[in-house]
């Protein structure tokens, strides 16, 4: 198993957002957690990562196991230096002063006191590339000059100069528009059947992530309550009712 969530509670303050919550992921998966706004979505990932919120540190209880083993204590960085996963934030906060390039390069920092780090960089730029021709097109703009679905193509393009084969994406869906979404869906699908990449998506909209992963889990106000393939889940009443609009 790549990672075993066990009973994990998450506290800001003394406000319990996830009260227990147990799921689990195989190497070469796609998952998704469905819930609407102020489930625990974004809670669940940024413990995963092992990231908090600077504004509000979060208390956490349970474990996490990757391979077995309880990263719970290990530190955000490690997890990117030992290319164990990479996190697409809610908001995908890119760097809007420096170009694609640079946003790029900055990803691939694990690598600096790697010898081989130059041709590792330009062949992971190459799959960025390769996967997503418009950033090619717009290497030396501007972050800020991207539109929302470029942007969203930069954020998923950081996590893979990272050179983690499991990433998580934070509502990657959220503001755009039909055509891009699914092109960048259909880019994460290639990501997980020619590079075997894990991926790990947190969605409100449940329509589009039932179609994309091959099975999930529903969180509601920080409990899971039912867990499926996605066609179950799809055919499940309470998920229609509550999250595919009847
Ligand atoms: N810094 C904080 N301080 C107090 N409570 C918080 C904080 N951050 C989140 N919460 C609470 O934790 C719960 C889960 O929030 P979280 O952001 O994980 O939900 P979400 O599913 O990602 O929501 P959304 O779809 O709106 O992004 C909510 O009830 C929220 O109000
Ligand atoms: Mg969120």
Same mark, same amino acid.
């Given at each position: 198993m790549l990672l075993e969530v066990q009973n994990l509670t998450v506290s800001y303050g003394n406000i319990e957002a996830l009260h227990g919550i147990s799921f689990n992921i195989e190497r070469g998966e796609i998952v998704t957690l469905i819930g609407a706004n102020g489930a625990g979505k974004t809670s669940t990932l940024l413990s995963l990562a092992r990231l908090t919120r600077p504004e509000a540190p979060m208390v956490q209880a349970g474990d996490i196991l990757y391979e077995g083993k /309880?990263?719970?204590?290990?530190d955000a960085h490690m997890l990117i230096q030992n290319h164990l996963m990479a996190l697409v934030p809610e908001g995908r906060h890119i760097f809007g002063n420096l170009t694609v390039q640079e946003n790029l390069q900055l990803a691939?920092? /694990?690598?600096?006191?790697?010898?081989?780090r130059a041709a590792i960089f330009s062949e992971a730029q190459e799959l960025v590339f390769d996967l997503f021709p418009r950033l090619k097109e717009r290497r030396k703009q501007r972050g800020e000059l991207l539109s929302g679905g470029e942007q969203q193509m930069l954020a998923v393009g950081r996590t893979l100069m990272t050179g983690s084969d499991f990433i998580m994406l934070d509502e990657p869906s959220m503001g755009l528009a039909p055509k891009l979404m699914y092109e960048m869906f259909r880019a994460l699908r290639r990501l997980n059947q020619e590079k075997n990449i894990t991926i790990l998506v947190v969605e409100q909209n449940a329509k589009v992530a039932l179609e994309f992963a091959l099975r999930g889990y529903v969180l509601k106000t920080g409990e899971i309550i039912t867990s499926g393939t996605s066609e179950e889940l799809a055919a499940n009443p309470e998920v229609k009712k509550a999250y595919l609009g009847g």
């Open positions: /309880s990263i719970l204590k290990t691939a920092f /694990s690598y600096r006191r790697n010898p081989r």
